[in-house]
């Protein structure tokens, strides 16, 4: 069964954990590594249980603790070709897709596998009609 964590939530920082039980999927990294782990270790998971990361936007609310994530684990990164561009992330561990490309997240012991299918979407600025 799928499951669905959240980590945080928020202007501050958002992030949450996608798991079957076997692969574990940080996705967004908006809050610092030290919550990160702590929420990890809330749920009996650590770092080293992170299978993959997938960032749905380079915001800082959503990419805080990459800097600190890319040397404590050397997972592969999920992103969308802009958002991979615009992050500081070591591009051998870099997966850049586009809208209705799917991807697999797997661990380095199959068959831990997780796919993941993107979409576009327009963006709340290019679709307002009036300023807030």
């Not at 991807?103 to 963006?123: F, G, L, N, V």
Request: aromatic residues 4%.
């Amino acid at each position: 069964m799928l499951e669905l964590c959240t980590l945080a939530s928020g202007s501050s920082g958002n992030s949450l954990l996608v798991t079957d039980g076997r692969t574990h999927v940080l996705v967004d990294a908006g809050i610092s590594c030290r919550r990160i782990t702590q929420a990890l270790a809330s749920l009996d998971l650590t770092l080293e249980d992170i299978d993959a990361i997938l960032i749905t936007h380079e915001h800082v609310d959503h990419v805080r603790a990459l800097g600190t994530l890319q040397k404590k684990c050397a997972v592969p990164l999920y992103a969308s070709r802009g958002t991979a561009a615009a992050l500081d992330y070591p591009a051998e561990r870099v997966h850049a897709f586009t809208p209705g490309d799917a991807r697999c997240a797997r661990c380095p012991s199959a068959p831990r596998t997780m796919r993941a299918r993107a979409w576009a979407t327009a963006s709340r600025a290019t679709t307002a009609r009036s300023p807030c």
